[in-house]
Structures are given as structure tokens and as C-alpha cells.
């Protein structure tokens, strides 16, 4: 029988007790040690679900922490130095996406990593782990003839409210590394990579709103044989389905960063429901994925589906800062 992880977490935020309530539908984690820059946050949050020690000291967290595995939910700047921390510490690591701000950052990480092999490193991006997408795949490796997709996710944010009222909260903010690229758009990224691969050239269009991050925006991915849009908004809504181009079919997918339901639909219009499966958390599957590899690394599968994961993972972040390259967008301390 598998040990249960001993899991400790960095923010308290809703995210996060998504993570928690998926791991404890998982029966392969028990939450013991919450951290948070304000005691009473943590004691919430850890008396809500059942943790037994809480930190407001980072190091302290980390040096004294009862836990072997931490998830990473902090503000996107932040990512980089705790996941350092966790490594130093040989903690595994599962960091909410996007998981780092620049192939710099990534490149250290992963040298970090090799210099303690015994520690495991994740990004939470859920749509790739769940069984409609990987239904997804199933049915673009039937396609005769692949002709590009259009991937959309977007989807008004409470916060933007915030901005709207002259504040600048942190998924807004420059100096957090912010921004619908960095939020939402990191699905449709996700889906592009996984399904296409790394293309060979970018282009972004982003709409940047009072606080000098992109609310919106639109990025063109070219690939030798096709081009894949994605479009994404953190302050507006939209209802377009997504859909991968055959020739005369084409796949059809409600959305692009829930994908709750996926139609194939034929040449003739006959259309296929062939996955809708919801979970009752969409976040369970990344997290039973991820205790899967956690507790026998060693396993074939287990092995080939972590490397998998890493590289499409390095994969992404390239992506990501490549596009915000094109946009000349830059967050607070990096260079223009």
C-alpha cells in the first residue's frame, strides 16, 4: 500500500483549498503543515482542514515542517525563490502554474534538481491531466490531416472589480508578475504545447489595462503547417467553443481551460460526444497523477510520465516569456 504525502502549503487562498479538498479525494495526502504571512490566516486554514502546525516563517517552515512534499499556490514573482527553498530542503515540489517567469528561472531550477535527484518537481497546469483531455489526444491522433486550432479561455475576474475601483491587486500587478497570459492564458498555452509542440515562431496582441499588465489578448502560434490562435480575458467573458481543424471534421471542446465536454464532429456534421467526464473536483486528477509518480518514481510509467511532464513544463515557460517578449512585456526587475 502507498504511504500517505505528507503535504505542506504556501497560501491559503481558493486555489489552494482546491488543491487540499482534491488531495483528500485522493486518499494519497495528508495536509500537515500550512504557512502564511498572517497567523490567523494560517490557523483558519489549517483548523478548516485539519493541518496540525502552522508557520508564518518561511525558513521556519521549511527547516521544522513535517512534511515532505509542498505546494506552491503564492503570487506568480514568488514562485521561484520558495520552490528553490523546497529543493535546498528536498521537498518535492508542486508549484501552481505558471510556474516561473523566464527561462532563466526554470534553467536554475532544473539545475537545482539535478544537483538533488531525489527530489520531484511538478507543475499544477490540470487541464493536461484530465481524461477529456487525454480524450483530446486520443481523437487528434485519428485526424487524417490537422489544419490549426483556435483555443479560448476567458473569463471576468472578480478583482478586476478591484482595478476598476483604482487598486491593484496581485494577479494585476506588474510587480507579481500578473496578467491574463500569466493566469488563464497558461491553459490554452498548455493545450497548444501538449497537443502541437513548440512552435517555430510567436506573436502576441495583448490589451493592457490601467495597471500595465494584458487583461486580454490574443497570440498566434506558428507552425510549419498551421497556425493555432489562442485568446484569452480576465475582464470579459466568453461562451466560443474551441476546436481543432481536420480537413472536412474538426474537434469541438465547450472551453479550452475547463474542457468539460469534447465533440468530434464528421464531415457530414455528425457530431460525437467523446468525453465528458467532470470530476468532483478538476483538480483531482493532476493530484492523483502526481502521488502516482511520487510514491514510485522508479516505475516506467511513472518515470516516462514525469519526465514528460517536466519538459512540457520547460516547454511552456519558453513559450510564455517568448510571447511576452514579442509584446515588449516586461515584469518589475526584469529588463526591457
Do not use: C
Request: proline share 3%; hydrophobic share 40%.
Amino acid at each position: 500500500m502507498d504511504k500517505m504525502i505528507k503535504l505542506g502549503t504556501i497560501g491559503t487562498n481558493w486555489i489552494t483549498q482546491q488543491f487540499v479538498e482534491a488531495v483528500k479525494l485522493s486518499k494519497s495526502y495528508d495536509l500537515t503543515s500550512v504557512y502564511s504571512r498572517h497567523e490567523d490566516t494560517a490557523k483558519t486554514f489549517a483548523g478548516k482542514n485539519g493541518a496540525t502546525e502552522i508557520f508564518t516563517d518561511l525558513n521556519a517552515f521549511f527547516d521544522d515542517g513535517v512534511f515532505d512534499t509542498v505546494y506552491i499556490a503564492s503570487p506568480n514573482s514568488l514562485h521561484f525563490e520558495q520552490a528553490k527553498l523546497a529543493i535546498l530542503h528536498g521537498k518535492n515540489v508542486i508549484v501552481e502554474k505558471p510556474a516561473f517567469t523566464n527561462q532563466k528561472q526554470m534553467a536554475q531550477i532544473q539545475e537545482m534538481l539535478a544537483d538533488h535527484p531525489d527530489v520531484l518537481y511538478f507543475e499544477a497546469a490540470r487541464n493536461i491531466h484530465t481524461p477529456n483531455f487525454h480524450a483530446i489526444e486520443a481523437q487528434l491522433a485519428d485526424l487524417d490531416t490537422v489544419q490549426g486550432a483556435e483555443f479560448t479561455y476567458s473569463k471576468y475576474s472578480s478583482r478586476y472589480d478591484q482595478v476598476l475601483a483604482g487598486k491593484e491587486p496581485n494577479v494585476f500587478s506588474l510587480k507579481y508578475a500578473g496578467g491574463a497570459l500569466q493566469d488563464l492564458g497558461v491553459y490554452t498555452v498548455y493545450d497548444a504545447v501538449a497537443l502541437f509542440g513548440m512552435p517555430q515562431e510567436v506573436a502576441y496582441f495583448p490589451q493592457l489595462i490601467r495597471t500595465g499588465v494584458d487583461g486580454k489578448g490574443t497570440a498566434i502560434l506558428s507552425y510549419p503547417e498551421y497556425s493555432v490562435t489562442l485568446n484569452f480575458s480576465k475582464v470579459s467573458n466568453s461562451h466560443m467553443t474551441s476546436e481543432i481543424y481536420g480537413l472536412k471534421d474538426l474537434i469541438s471542446i465547450d472551453d479550452a481551460g475547463e474542457l468539460r465536454s469534447v465533440t468530434y464532429v464528421d464531415e457530414d456534421n455528425n457530431k460525437q460526444v467523446i468525453a465528458n467526464t467532470i470530476d468532483e473536483n478538476p483538480m483531482l486528477p493532476e493530484a492523483e497523477d502526481f502521488a502516482r509518480v511520487i510514491n514510485d518514481p522508479t516505475a516506467k510509467q511513472n518515470h516516462e510520465d514525469y519526465e514528460n511532464w517536466r519538459q512540457l513544463s520547460m516547454y511552456v515557460n519558453k513559450l510564455m516569456f517568448n510571447l511576452r517578449q514579442d509584446a515588449h512585456l516586461y515584469f518589475v526587475g526584469e529588463e526591457a
